[in-house]
């Protein structure tokens, strides 16, 4: 996977993204991460990128050419026209379905905008992808990026050393994870699940898958209308709900 960050602030992105997993992914090749300054490719001496709106109003808009320009000449560097996903808070919010089907891609481009956002001129041209972390505002695009980056990269093989964990994780089949538990087995009198000592992998393993439904139906019960459940696991759901409402 080959991302690359269109930003006037490439430092803040790679200074987030070369630690940790991500970090590691990079070293192995696993994946690449470009950052674009757009400022470069201001023709003004200064290199200003941004300007008054048309029509008035507070801030200030980036200009259409160097956001362009930052694009053309990714296209012609690496000879194809890769998706390009504009982080903004209209647009859909970001999950883990979106994230598995970006995985599949060979490159993404993440296009952070900032002040009062991007010329509209240049979104037509060049976004194929509104992409959104949540109804709120940042300052600019670059956290949304780097959480959807690393959010994607996790689907990369490789870049989890054990392959099984993306598949166990929350959001996997439209459930949360189950609780996890380490030493000490007891700390201040709360001991570790019986189950969990036990050694029997196909207990544990129904365990896990029944607490991530009851989990799920506690904290994120909107989740579980496309959770795909056997019939057993539908009887075990309405033992909770009648548990929890009568």
Known sequence: MNYHILTLFPQMVSDGLNTSIIGRAVEKGLIEIETINIRDYSKDKHHHVDDAPYGGGAGMVMQPGPVCDSYEDLCNRIGKQPRVLYMTPQGKVFNQSIAQELALEEDLVFLCGHYEGIDERALELIVTDYLSVGDYVLTGGELPAM????????????????????????????????????????????????????????????????????????????????????????????????????
């Open 147 to 246: 959480v959807m980056i690393d959010c994607i990269s996790r689907l990369i093989p490789g870049v989890l050393n054990n392959n099984e964990s993306a598949e166990i994780e929350s959001f996997h089949d439209n459930l949360l994870e189950y609780p996890q538990y380490t030493r000490p087995e007891i700390y201040k009198g709360m001991k570790v699940p019986e189950v969990l000592l036990s050694g029997h992998h196909k207990n544990i393993e129904e365990w896990r898958r029944k607490e991530s439904i009851k989990r799920t139906f506690i904290q994120r019960p909107d989740l579980l209308k496309d959770a795909n459940l056997t019939q057993k696991e539908q009887e075990f759901l309405k033992e909770i709900v009648s548990e929890n409402f009568l």
